[in-house]
């Protein structure tokens, strides 16, 4: 095999010449700086100065040039925990707002902590702090002063203002005299405007002499919705 030998390379143009290395492999891209990047253009190799510190290296696919991106942020932008401070007796067949009478505050206890902003919520009703995709939990625990078939509890989703309300899930237990009880309902909602994207806990019996007694509290969780 036949070797060629040189120590320099210059264009047939002219210009500066390229000192070729004693030793070890070698390509130069006519300039280097610490942190660059060696890709093929389609037409030939070539340079990719370094990116901003952080950023990371992202493929343009099959046919594209691949760059510098910032890294995604990812964690969570916003959660939070509202706790109903007092007890609520629901009853009737007709159905209502869960807590629509009594103070929903944020949770208070040490070591809690909310991320971002926590929207409100009023007579029951849940106004969200930011827009995005939420995890929403409602837990409840409740005792119950008679007996029925059934009691639902839901979560209910608007995106008019209140105007129309979607059940988007729900749970049911049997009721029975003097008997306590506890469950969580979860949903995903995509709030889109703060102002005309709503959630609202629900519950409806099977029997109109029925009433659960939803347990609140200042001070602890017995009956609590929390934003994720």
């Known amino acids: 095999m036949s070797k060629v030998y040189t120590d320099s390379i210059e264009k047939r143009t002219g210009g500066a010449a390229i000192t070729v290395p004693a030793s070890g492999q ?3 891209l006519a300039s280097a700086a610490q942190g660059d990047v060696q890709y093929h253009n389609g037409t030939s190799y070539v340079r990719l100065a370094p990116g901003t510190a952080g950023h990371h290296l992202q493929t343009g696919g099959a046919g594209a ?6 890294a995604p942020t990812g ?13 609520f007796t629901g009853s009737g067949t007709s159905g209502t707002v869960l807590g629509n009478s009594v103070t929903w505050s944020l949770d208070d206890t040490a070591g809690y ?4 902003s926590t929207g409100g919520i009023a007579s029951g009703v849940v106004t969200f702090g930011a827009t995005g995709i939420w995890k929403i939990d409602l837990y409840t625990s409740w005792t119950i002063n008679t007996t029925a078939p059934w009691e639902l509890v839901k979560l209910q989703t608007s995106k ?3 105007g129309a309300w979607t059940d988007r899930s729900q749970g049911a237990m049997a ?6 009880g506890s469950g969580t309902v979860s949903c995903i909602f995509d709030c889109e405007n703060t ?11 099977g029997s ?9 509290d200042a001070n602890i969780n017995y009956t609590k919705l929390g934003d994720t």
Do not use: C, K
């Open 75 to 87: 964690g969570l932008s916003g959660a939070y925990t509202w706790r109903m401070e007092a007890d």
């Open 65 to 70: 040039n691949p760059s510098w991106v910032a």
């Open 208 to 216: 109109s002499n029925n009433n659960v007694i939803y347990q609140g």
């Open 160 to 162: 008019n203002t209140g």
């Open 26 to 28: 070698w390509i130069d």
């Open 113 to 116: 902590a909310s991320i971002g």
């Open 195 to 205: 102002t005309t994207d709503l959630l609202r806990p629900y519950r409806i019996s």
């Open 175 to 180: 009721v029975h005299n003097g008997e306590f």
